[in-house]
């Protein structure tokens, strides 16, 4: 997995689609999942993207909430409710807005990055515990 930065997976994946599964067509899971196996972790499982959230990893990932005096990390993997999930860029990111990179929001789009302005059905984020430098 040498070379497989989070930045490289940004710059890869920026403005192309991608179906992990070859289900339901490129689905923001389906980044993710690319994701993860991008930086060494495991597939996620689940119909809908807030099923990852807190999902046994083998302590790949650390679960960290949503509170209000915290904010994700570039390379964690945010969940949300509604249900959605994307990738924390770590730029324009503090308590009130963060950036990620995501899929299918609004619906059928490529991976784009976007800012968020609030955390609005924000579950949490699965932090890895080692990321590739």
């Known amino acids: 997995m040498t070379g497989l930065t989070v930045d490289n997976f940004f710059q890869f994946w ?11 067509g490129c689905q ?6 690319y994701y993860s196996r991008w930086i060494g972790g495991k597939q996620f499982t689940g119909d809908t993207a807030d099923q990852i959230y807190g999902q046994d990893q083998g302590g790949f990932y650390q679960v ?11 390379g964690d993997i945010i969940v949300w409710n509604w249900p ?8 324009n990111t503090d308590v009130w807005t963060f950036e990620v990179v995501e899929q299918n929001d609004p619906v059928k789009s490529p991976s784009h990055m976007k800012t968020y302005q609030n955390y609005d059905g924000v579950l949490g984020w699965l932090r890895p515990v080692h990321l590739p430098q």
């Open 14 to 24: 920026t403005g192309i689609y991608g179906d992990f599964d070859g289900a339901y």
């Open 28 to 33: 923001c899971e389906d980044l993710v999942n």
């Open 64 to 74: 960290i909430p949503n509170e209000p005096e915290n904010f994700p990390q570039k």
């Open 84 to 91: 959605h999930c994307g990738v924390a860029t770590g730029s």
